[in-house]
DNA sequence: CTTGACTCTCACCTTACGTCATAGCTTAAC
DNA sequence: GTTAAGCTATGACGTAAGGTGAGAGTCAAG
């Protein structure tokens, strides 16, 4: 049998890079039939049959490495192999659902609310997270709203830590607000957001109603540690943080 | 304020390594508030907080140089990049998609066909594929079927190579099987195979009709480009393949 | 014999870090 | 004061799948 494929050749009817048929030469994937004396590549059919199989590999995303394994075995390990890339694949495109949903709700929120800043961009948290924050949260803060936790999948603290500091960055901000008017809209507007962002800790079942928020604004003004932010303290914040908390809740639940 | 956290506080913190913390740190990502007199990076409230904001992005696969990029641009460009991302992302799904039903009928394939070897694995290609590929191959061999040819787009040629080799491997396969009973099962199922590929080329509007196969097994048996493999010649096959194709068409369309 | 097309082998660049190696700093215990 | 534990720093190499040259040898044609 006559090679007929030069690297050149080979590359143009396959449609890859010289480059590639290097490098599968380089890690073994694919060899060519013979040298020539100068050192030339040369590939027969068979080479170009085994091209066209790894790149039906390559097209579903295998690595190399795998594909190589792949076409030294037998059809049972091929299709163990495919069946367990699809589980891969099914994978993949659920994690990529979930991204582009909090897409959509990070843009809803920047759109919404023209005030918002950048620098709270990353609260577009996901329902799922959101889902599974809540048992952390319900256990951090002690709340016991008892029902419902079971079936609440916990996640690792660094989720968690971020809530935290969506907080605070929240807090810091109020807690430059409280020379103004509790009732006034800008205030309100962070509010809102804390009120949304609480609903979500809580859940869809467990409601945040009127009464539960006003309670919560109470708790607030009782508890130091909700009144110091960045080590200086805000005695002042309590009783600002009721009022536009109460005013909210009256006017807005 | 105070620079509280160190690497290792705020990797744990933030669930990163403290590597990452490095890396941001040396591609000017994140550099921490302050460095100590011995070298140590100390990071405050408002790192802590750019961190979050930087793995919100890197969740949704962006890469580092974008994040860069969003972080010190306005609102308008994060829509913009948010909005673009979404559609990269849908479009990843949809390749997805396809890669899945890829896997599907190639895994049909390999369950029903017992005999099928791995060498033919490359042949589940997705449906579009096909689709396109149709105009390519009525114009390379110049089939008068004109109807329903301007609304399909056209392939890359290394697709058509693709099909190509294919065709070539099946000729190979079949070129050994000359000395067997063309009404045999194994034979058969070859070109069963071969009756869904050419099927596949001429496309759904374009029914190979029971009659069309015969024509197309006549067609080989005086074409001699048909019945010479890998350069040597096969008389017989001409004759054999035209009987094996007429028993098919005859017993199973 | 030279040009142009083709080929070869290094070898560095890319992403986002992981994984050592080696060395300096800090702090609590002795 | 010293020492050991624990923390930190800066390199530097490795990863996957090639891209992009650089410098040099090879081949067929004019």
New binding site residues.
């Given amino acids: 049998m006559e090679e007929k494929y030069?690297?050149?050749?080979?590359?143009k009817q396959a449609g890859?890079?010289?480059?590639?048929?290097?490098?599968?030469?380089?890690?073994g994937l694919l060899k060519?039939a013979v040298?020539?004396?100068?050192?030339?590549?040369?590939y027969g059919d068979k080479e170009m049959l085994k091209l066209q199989q790894?790149l039906f590999f390559?097209e579903l995303?295998?690595?190399?490495?795998?594909?190589q394994k792949i076409l030294n075995s037998g059809e049972f390990e091929t299709l163990e192999a495919l069946a367990h890339h699809k589980k891969v694949l099914k994978a993949k495109q659920k994690r990529i659902s979930t991204l582009i949903s909090t897409i959509d709700q990070t843009l809803e929120k920047l759109k919404k609310g023209e005030n918002m800043k950048i620098d709270e961009l990353y609260k577009g948290f996901s329902r799922q997270e959101a889902e599974g924050l809540r048992q952390e949260a319900l256990k951090k803060w002690g709340e016991k709203v008892t029902h419902s936790e079971e079936h609440l999948t916990s996640l690792g603290k660094e989720k968690v830590n971020r809530l935290q500091t969506e907080f605070k960055a929240l807090w810091m901000k109020l807690s430059q607000m409280t020379k103004m008017d509790p009732t006034s809209e800008p205030v309100q507007h962070e509010i809102e957001y804390h009120y949304k962002m609480v609903q979500q800790f809580w859940g869809p079942r467990n409601p945040v109603t009127r009464e539960a928020y006003i309670g919560l604004g109470e708790m607030y003004v009782h508890d130091d540690r909700y009144t110091s932010v960045e080590g200086r303290n805000n005695p002042e914040m309590g009783a600002f943080l009721n009022r536009a908390v109460k005013y909210f809740a009256e006017h807005s639940l």
Avoid: C, N
Avoid at 6 to 11: A, D, F, N, R, T
Avoid at 35 to 42: P, V
Avoid at 61 to 67: G, V
């Fill in positions: 030069s690297v050149k050749k080979l590359s890859v890079s010289i480059r590639t048929l290097h490098h599968y030469d380089d890690i060519p040298r020539t004396e100068a050192g030339y590549r040369m790894i390559k995303e295998f690595p190399l490495t795998e594909i």
